[in-house]
T-cell receptor, first 110, second 120 residues
Framework: RKEVEQDPGPFNVPEGATVAFNCTYS??????FFWYRQDCRKEPKLLMS???SGNEDGRFTAQLNRASQYISLLIRDSKLSDSATYLC???????????FGAGTRLAVHP | EAGVAQSPRYKIIEKRQSVAFWCNPI?????LYWYQQILGQGPKLLIQ????????DSQLPKDRFSAERLKGVDSTLKIQPAKLEDSAVYLC??????????????????FGPGTRLLVL
């Protein structure tokens, strides 16, 4: 079993749609979680950290359920510029070692 | 602020040849990471340095891969000899993170543009 699992997609949605991505992780000792965004042929960039209380950054909302070892990302009012691969990430071992999922691809169309 | 620099951006070699990648992290970042990203997969950590010491190299194929960060700043990753399955993007990242513990907002890893390697 992979340490971080994501639905690879692709998710094809129209502009303005709301889309949700889910992710599960296997290491219950993981303390920190993140969503990274990766554009085609570019490097990953931090989108947001994920906290147990849930957190929001504009149109983006991230949730963490430690009991179910489940992380989610909700994107509201999708824009064309949101088209990218979204990587779910869990920290492992306490030394800032990041375990990346394979990513979920999002394509927003007009 | 300058980001993480990597070179070369692209490299094509034949199997059994050697190749080296270079990375210069963000100034002041103690921790440097090398990742391998195979097409369709997420980045996989190969090695993590803090200053010039290795924190984690558990997933580095040591029979063919080596890395060093001699002066605690820039780093090189070498593959010798290369195999077809080494075709991937090699990403370098850096962070302010210290294993002695720092503020949580200093965990962010900043990635360089990567080196795209094709082994024929």
């Amino acid at each position: 079993r992979k340490e971080v699992e994501q639905d690879p997609g692709p998710f094809n949605v129209p502009e303005g749609a709301t889309v949700a991505f889910n992710c599960t992780y296997s290491n219950s000792a993981s303390q920190s979680f993140f969503w990274y965004r990766q554009d085609c042929r570019k490097e990953p960039k931090l989108l947001m950290s994920v906290y147990s209380s849930g957190n929001e950054d504009g149109r983006f909302t991230a949730q963490l359920n430690r009991a179910s070892q489940y992380i989610s990302l909700l994107i509201r009012d999708s824009k064309l510029s949101d088209s990218a691969t979204y990587l779910c990430v869990a920290e492992k071992g306490g030394y800032n070692k990041l375990i990346f999922g394979a990513g979920t691809r999002l394509a927003v169309h007009p | 602020e300058a980001g993480v620099a990597q070179s070369p951006r692209y490299k094509i070699i034949e199997k059994r040849q050697s190749v080296a990648f270079w990375c210069n992290p963000i100034s002041g970042h103690a921790t440097l990471y090398w990742y391998q990203q195979i097409l369709g997969q997420g980045p996989k950590l190969l090695i993590q340095f803090q200053n010039n010491g290795v924190v984690d190299d558990s997933q580095l194929p040591k029979d063919r891969f080596s890395a060093e960060r001699l002066k605690g700043v820039d780093s090189t990753l070498k593959i010798q000899p290369a195999k077809l399955e080494d075709s991937a993007v090699y990403l370098c990242a850096s962070s302010f993170f210290s294993v002695t513990g720092v503020a949580k907002n200093q965990e962010t890893q900043y990635f360089g543009p990567g080196t795209r390697l094709l082994v024929l």
